[in-house]
């Protein structure tokens, strides 16, 4: 079988790791964006599936523009059965589809139809659900709207973070993606229209959806936390020593035992720990990194920055 890796970060080439150890198939080229400056000092740097295929002298592509006559003649050349297309960052034309004997597979990170979109590990935490799952499903027009091939569940834990999940997305997924690939292409398994009900969306996050709204509840405002680690990340303004700091929450837990303070957002010390209230509860805030420092733990900042 010969495909085309369509992807992009680290989760796709971790993905893409699994499909090149598989010896009937055979990866023709890898398409993923561009390259971008990473670090303070925004080093020029190529995707995780680039590195990866550089190193086994797979051919890349980073078109920026996936309807350049160039890049569609040059993808005939590979002469493809498929595509696989995992976390690539881009909605696929129909001349791009069309192009491709078999089409597209993707690997989706939730129960399909529920959170379609850009951020569905992100969004089954924040919203606290006990379960997840992988979908591979076929691509069409649509956002995530393509028939099924395979879908199992996975059981969130209450720390679980998009790293861990992440984790278990690509040790579920990676296996499940490679047995529905070759299902499809032998015929023996056969695409199946996604359910009509239970369909959400989830959206493309910004550095501005980590802002904590500190009006929320305890509860709510934990799990975003742990849905948005790493990015976009969650942080929050608080004035110390007379100056606004941003600071970065990286770590909580609601403490409904904590006195409650009138003043909804605003960092306090109790017993030597670090507090902020919400609507209905504090939060022990147990691991933070202020604006232009390191990581450190909630009750290092309640002695350095807040006065007893």
């Known amino acids: 079988m010969r495909i085309i890796f369509f992807g992009t970060p680290q989760f796709s080439a971790d993905i893409l790791s699994a499909i090149l150890s598989d010896s009937e198939i055979t990866v023709t080229a890898v398409v993923c964006q561009q390259d971008e400056p990473v670090g303070r000092k925004k080093i020029l740097t190529p995707p995780p599936t680039k590195q990866l295929a550089l190193s086994k002298n797979i051919p890349v592509f980073q078109p920026t523009r996936l309807k350049d006559e160039a ?71 649509g956002m995530d709207t393509g028939p099924l091939l395979a879908q199992q569940s996975i059981e969130l834990t209450k720390d679980e973070t998009t790293t861990s999940l992440t984790q278990k997305v690509v040790a579920l997924g990676a296996p499940m993606l490679i047995a529905a690939l070759k299902g499809y292409m032998d015929g023996s398994i056969t695409p199946k229209p996604q359910p009509s009900e239970g369909v959400s969306i989830c959206k493309l996050l910004s550095r501005e959806n980590g802002k904590i709204n500190w009006t929320e509840s305890a509860a709510t405002i934990e799990q975003k936390i742990r849905a948005y680690t790493p990015w976009p990340g969650t942080w929050t303004t608080w004035t110390l020593n007379g100056t606004e700091t941003i600071v970065k929450i990286l770590q909580a837990v609601p403490a409904p035992n904590a006195p409650k303070t009138t003043d909804i957002g605003t960092p306090f010390e109790f017993e030597g720990k670090l507090f902020c209230t919400a609507l209905n509860i504090p939060l022990e805030i147990t691991k933070l990194q202020p604006a232009g420092g390191k990581p450190m733990d909630g009750s290092d900042f309640a002695r350095g920055y807040l006065k007893n």
């Open 71 to 141: 890049f569609l003649s040059a993808i005939d050349e590979l002469k493809a059965d498929v595509a696989v297309i995992v976390a690539y960052g881009r909605i696929l034309p129909k001349v791009l589809i069309d192009r491709i004997p078999k089409g597209f597979v993707n690997l989706h990170p939730s129960l399909l139809p529920k959170y379609r979109g850009p951020s569905p590990m992100q969004a089954a935490i924040a919203a606290g659900d006990s379960q997840t799952g992988v979908s591979i499903m076929t691509i069409d027009e």
